[in-house]
């Protein structure tokens, strides 16, 4: 009978601490529940980075190719266009294998949100042959002229920036990486 009691009594003492704190076996209190809602995912929030490679003689822009693309904050992409050619040549085993090289533009770029602000992160590699004027001297294996930018900065929504610029060594001309970024939702 005195164990009948004790344990009368231990039940009694679990289930009112337990209704209590609001718990009970197998539920969550409410502060658990609040928790737990507002851990819910945040919104992907979707970006449009518009990119200008712009070339300048004497200040005055005498060409600009224009590349977009779209990425998530938080996210990186890349736009690459060009054409492999063929440098050179090796034995591999019983046959030949060619070697290339990737001519053409490839741009890469990361958005990270946080604290209000926009990071942007950029890498841009344009490479295209150089003309005949520009590789004398040399013998018949074609020179390829090559422009490389990795930046990091603050974006400006809405804005074009210049994100760099590099002056070219064989001629009076500067090449300009610019950047749009525009929310998109």
């Not at 200040?59 to 050619?85: C, F, H, L, P, W």
């Amino acid at each position: 009978m005195a164990k009948k009691a004790a344990l009368t009594v231990i039940l009694i003492s679990v289930f009112v601490g337990s209704a209590a704190t609001g718990r009970l076996w197998g539920q969550e209190s409410s502060a658990s529940a609040k928790s737990s809602a507002q851990e819910a995912p945040t919104p992907v929030e979707a970006y449009r980075l518009d990119f200008s490679v712009n070339e300048l003689e004497d200040g005055k822009k005498i060409n600009t190719r224009q590349y977009a693309m779209n990425v998530n904050g938080n996210d990186s992409n890349e736009i690459k266009i060009g054409t492999k050619v063929p440098v050179g040549w090796r034995a591999a085993g019983n046959s030949e294998e060619f070697q290339y090289i990737d001519v053409g533009t490839n741009i890469w770029s990361q958005l990270k949100t946080g604290n209000g602000q926009l990071e942007l992160r950029v890498r841009a590699e344009v490479s295209n042959f150089a003309t005949s004027d520009q590789g004398q001297g040399h013998d018949s294996r074609p020179l390829i002229r090559q422009l490389k930018i990795e930046a990091s900065t603050l974006a400006q929504m809405g804005k074009p920036m210049v994100v760099g610029s590099v002056d070219d060594p064989n001629s009076k001309r500067q090449f300009q990486l610019e950047v749009t970024v525009t929310k998109l939702r």
